[in-house]
């Protein structure tokens, strides 16, 4: 991974249960290891990094990834609301610019790679996971503290950073004409040095946490984890409602 982790233990104090200078990331990273490592496992992933998934899956995925896009912008918004300083007030803000104006334009250009136009991607209705992962986190970036915006924001970035690097590694992975693109963007500088700062974000807001509220912040980095192995389920099963 190109984020690096220190790996040194979290300790506390006796008194007060407060972080004592460790790295509350390297916590987080252990914590969601076997999800990552199952999601990496899962064929979605596995058949795209070899260049074998079927491009209708994929479609639906982006289509889906347009929506999640949306809401997660949202969360950028949010955060530069919540922040109290105003260097970071002003990262969320470009972040928000960015994924408006730049990815979710990459996404409208990207799907014509596939024959869909952009009034069929701006058409797509939420599938039920969609649905859930998107509200989960909201929910918790309107209600929690920064530091859960974060930590609930964090685990798709983060993820993506690490099957990013994995992929770009792997023999072939980038022959693909239509899967290169997806693996360069999430294997590059630039996303890496956006995942390294809210890595460092969270560290900053973790310092001065409580065990209790730093189990909280675990416990929405695990739930968003998961969340994000059910979209990559979601898009290889091509999710739709029941009824």
């Given at each position: 991974?190109?984020?690096?982790?220190?790996?040194?233990?979290?300790t506390h104090?006796?008194?007060?249960g407060?972080?004592?200078?460790?790295?509350?990331?390297?916590?987080?990273?252990?914590?969601?290891?076997?999800?990552?490592?199952?999601?990496?496992?899962?064929?979605?992933?596995?058949?795209?990094?070899a260049?074998?998934?079927?491009p209708?899956?994929?479609?639906?995925?982006?289509?889906?990834?347009?929506?999640?896009?949306?809401?997660?912008?949202?969360m950028?918004?949010?955060?530069?609301?919540k922040?109290e300083?105003?260097?970071?007030?002003v990262?969320?803000?470009?972040?928000?610019?960015?994924?408006?104006?730049?990815?979710?334009e990459?996404?409208?250009?990207?799907?014509?790679?596939?024959n869909?136009?952009?009034?069929q991607?701006?058409?797509?209705?939420?599938?039920?996971?969609?649905?859930?992962?998107?509200?989960?986190?909201?929910?918790?970036?309107?209600?929690?503290?920064?530091?859960?915006l974060?930590a609930?924001?964090?685990?798709?970035?983060w993820?993506?950073?690490?099957?990013?690097?994995?992929?770009?590694?792997?023999?072939?992975?980038?022959d693909?004409?239509?899967?290169?693109?997806w693996?360069l963007?999430?294997?590059?500088?630039?996303?890496?040095?956006?995942?390294?700062?809210?890595?460092?974000?969270?560290?900053?807001?973790?310092?001065?946490?409580h065990?209790?509220?730093?189990?909280?912040?675990?416990?929405?980095?695990?739930?968003?984890?998961k969340?994000?192995?059910?979209?990559?389920?979601?898009?290889?099963?091509?999710?739709?409602?029941?009824?």
């Amino acid at each position: 991974m190109n984020v690096v982790i220190q790996t040194t233990r979290k300790t506390h104090d006796k008194e007060g249960g407060k972080m004592t200078g460790k790295r509350f990331s390297e916590r987080l990273y252990c914590s969601a290891q076997e999800i990552w490592t199952k999601s990496q496992q899962h064929p979605f992933l596995v058949e795209l990094k070899a260049g074998t998934l079927d491009p209708e899956c994929f479609i639906y995925y982006l289509k889906q990834d347009y929506l999640y896009l949306l809401d997660y912008a949202k969360m950028y918004a949010i955060g530069s609301m919540k922040a109290e300083d105003l260097e970071t007030k002003v990262k969320f803000a470009e972040l928000l610019h960015s994924t408006l104006s730049v990815e979710m334009e990459y996404h409208r250009q990207y799907v014509g790679h596939f024959n869909v136009t952009r009034e069929q991607l701006e058409q797509t209705s939420p599938s039920p996971t969609t649905i859930s992962y998107t509200k989960y986190i909201l929910d918790v970036a309107t209600q929690g503290s920064l530091a859960e915006l974060v930590a609930v924001l964090l685990p798709c970035m983060w993820s993506y950073r690490e099957i990013g690097s994995e992929f770009v590694k792997f023999p072939g992975a980038l022959d693909h004409p239509l899967y290169r693109e997806w693996i360069l963007m999430y294997s590059s500088d630039s996303f890496g040095e956006l995942t390294h700062w809210c890595i460092g974000l969270l560290d900053r807001l973790a310092e001065n946490l409580h065990e209790q509220e730093l189990t909280r912040l675990e416990e929405h980095f695990v739930i968003a984890s998961k969340l994000e192995y059910m979209f990559w389920d979601m898009a290889y099963r091509q999710e739709q409602w029941p009824i």
